[in-house]
């Protein structure tokens, strides 16, 4: 809408917002046991028969819940999980990296790409799939903010 409206003021102050929000729903997530990534990946990595046979399928487990394939299967977030962990890491990241391409864009006069953001989105999201860091399994928190 500010992007369009070549509203760059209204576009960087919304764009101001986003991490504090997304901080806030990744703790209320974190509160409650449904939206934990940690059984789902503790569980993928237990069922592999040896260290690289674990690896593999927690990388799988992960691109389940997000790419969900290959690079250019346009799938992207097909599966995607609002799970605490991944909302204020990677959905934070794309986010932020989006919203500071479309800003750049606007003060550049450019011409959005859509394939390179694209791009660019995947790219965030793979790194988060070829990671290991591991994510609780108990609710912390509180579920009001």
Known sequence: MYF???????LQSTAATMPDLMDDLDRLLAS?????????????????????????????????ITNWGINGTHLQDYANKMWAGMVG?????????????LASCLSSHCKWDEVE?????????????????????TPSGESQL
């Open 117 to 137: 953001s694209a791009q660019a989105d995947w790219n965030l999201v793979d790194a988060w799939v070829n990671a290991t860091e591991h994510y609780p399994d």
């Open 4 to 10: 369009r409206s070549k509203d760059a003021t209204r």
């Open 89 to 101: 890491g990677v959905y934070r990241a794309r986010w932020n990296s989006f919203l500071t391409r």
């Open 32 to 64: 409650q046991e449904g939206f934990l990534p940690g059984d789902w990946l503790a569980a993928a990595r237990a069922s592999g028969s040896g260290q690289a046979s674990a690896t593999f399928m927690e990388w799988n487990a992960r691109l389940q």
